[in-house]
């Protein structure tokens, strides 16, 4: 009988190790985009999705293509000045007063549950846009892999990198 229950236990303890080393590597293989508002005002909460829109265009379309993540991380690293200068572009065309601020920092996320997966709690690398104040609700996804899901799943646009 005892080793049966040895048995199950070790059994248990490995597919405990297995959900961990799971949950460490889609942290480490994921960039998350997180975008804040100005405030929660109706034109900040309209420039922060314009501002989610035209990041996501510039940094989608230079890392469709790449496979790995730290080759997306550096990307990023090295693209901050004109990831901003999209991010500003789009604001002034807007005939927005604000200004937006990019970096690439990591960040703790809580976690977050949808109809067919859940993203663990934890600390992932995100590209941050902080708009004016940065006050107000924010947006995220996951811009590498390419899957981006909106904070509240109500609110899905389809923003994922067209094939091709």
């Known amino acids: 009988m005892r080793i049966i229950l040895y ?4 059994i248990l303890l490995f597919f405990i190790g297995v959900l961990i080393a799971d949950k460490y590597a889609l942290r480490t293989n994921i960039v998350r985009l997180h975008v804040v508002a100005n405030s929660d005002s109706a034109s900040d909460q309209s420039e922060k999705l ?3 829109d035209a990041v996501l265009s510039f940094v989608q379309d230079n890392v469709k293509d790449m496979g790995d993540t730290q080759e997306v991380r550096q990307y990023i690293l090295q ?3 004109e990831i901003e200068s999209a991010a500003n572009r789009v604001l002034k065309l807007s005939g927005s ?3 937006a601020t990019v970096n690439f920092t ?3 996320f ?3 549950h949808y109809d067919t997966f859940s993203l663990p709690s ?3 690398h995100s590209l941050r846009v902080k708009i004016g104040d940065a006050a107000g609700k924010n947006w995220w996804c996951v811009v590498f ?3 981006c899901v909106p904070d509240n799943s109500s609110d899905f646009h389809s923003v994922a990198v067209a094939s091709g």
């Open 7 to 10: 048995t199950i236990i070790i």
């Open 50 to 52: 314009l501002v989610r």
């Open 79 to 81: 693209s901050l000045p």
């Open 97 to 99: 007063k604000h200004c």
């Open 106 to 108: 990591e960040e703790s």
């Open 110 to 112: 809580d976690i977050r």
């Open 122 to 124: 934890g600390v992932y």
């Open 145 to 147: 892999p390419a899957l």
